[in-house]
C-alpha cells in the first residue's frame, strides 16, 4: 500500500473526489488505477456528500483507486476530510481489475447508523454508488 521507496500510496474514493467530481482537483497529478470496490462492507450514506460508515451487515462501495504522492496529496486530502476529527484515514482492501490491493479510505468517524442523517445510497450490482445525485 504505502510504497516509501517510491513515496506513495494508493487511495480509493468513493465521493466528490471521483472523476468528474468537485474536488477530483486535490487528485490533480496523481495516476489513475481504474474503478474498484472495497472488500469491507459499510453503508454508504448520503448527507450532501457521501460518508461510509462500516457495517458488517453491508455491501461494498464502488469507487476510483488512485496512487498518490505522500507529500503532495496526503496533507490536503486529510485537510479535505477533516481526518482525523471527521473522518478517519484508515486502510482496507480493495479490489481493481480482479486483482486485491491495499488503500487508504477515509471512514465516518462517530456516528451510528442510528444517528445518521441522510439517505442510503443506490445500490448496482450488489455495491453502493453515490452518483451526486
Do not use: Q
Not at 4 to 24: H, P, R
Not at 64 to 71: A, G, H, N, Q
Request: contains cysteine; proline residues 4%.
Amino acid at each position: 500500500m504505502v510504497d516509501e521507496m517510491k513515496n506513495t500510496a494508493l487511495v480509493f474514493v468513493y465521493g466528490s473526489l471521483k472523476k468528474n467530481f468537485w474536488n477530483n482537483r486535490f487528485l490533480e497529478g496523481a495516476a489513475f488505477l481504474g474503478e474498484g470496490h472495497t472488500s469491507k462492507l459499510y453503508t454508504l450514506v448520503d448527507g450532501g456528500v457521501p460518508f461510509a460508515v462500516p457495517n458488517e451487515k453491508g455491501l461494498p462501495i464502488k469507487g476510483e483507486v488512485y496512487e498518490i504522492d505522500l507529500s503532495t496529496h496526503l496533507g490536503p486530502l486529510d485537510w479535505l476530510e477533516g481526518h482525523p476529527r471527521n473522518y478517519e484515514r484508515t486502510t482496507i482492501g480493495v479490489v481493481v481489475n480482479g486483482e486485491m490491493m491495499n488503500a487508504f479510505i477515509y471512514e465516518m468517524k462517530h456516528i451510528s447508523l442510528h444517528s445518521c442523517e441522510g439517505r442510503e445510497c443506490k445500490v448496482e450490482e450488489d455495491k453502493y454508488v453515490w452518483t451526486g445525485r
